[in-house]
């Protein structure tokens, strides 16, 4: 039981890992709009959002993103990060 609890543990850690470099892509996205990645980077973008958007587009559709001046803030992966770490809690806590 607990070595399944330490593999979830780690899990919720990798991932959050990834959602955090999803964040940094997207922030580069949208300060550069020209921005087109090539080679091994494109490949890891790729990889990166297939790993993140089976969460954060469900939970996009359900908390629009609220308008800030002439942007949006896509509140979802604040949402998700609350949700992983409540999960880690519970985990830890059945340590």
């Known amino acids: 039981m607990s070595l399944l609890i330490q593999g979830l543990l780690w899990f919720i850690e990798i991932f959050r890992l990834v959602l955090f470099v999803r964040i940094i892509i997207d922030l580069i996205r949208t300060m550069n709009p020209n921005f087109r990645p090539k080679g091994i980077f494109l490949v890891l973008i ?17 908390i629009k993103p609220v308008r800030i001046g002439g942007g949006y803030l896509d509140l979802s992966i604040l949402a998700i990060f609350v949700l992983l770490y409540l999960a880690e809690r519970l985990l830890a806590s059945l340590l």
């Open 46 to 62: 790729e990889i990166c959002y297939t790993l993140t958007d089976w969460v954060i587009r469900p939970l996009s559709r359900l």
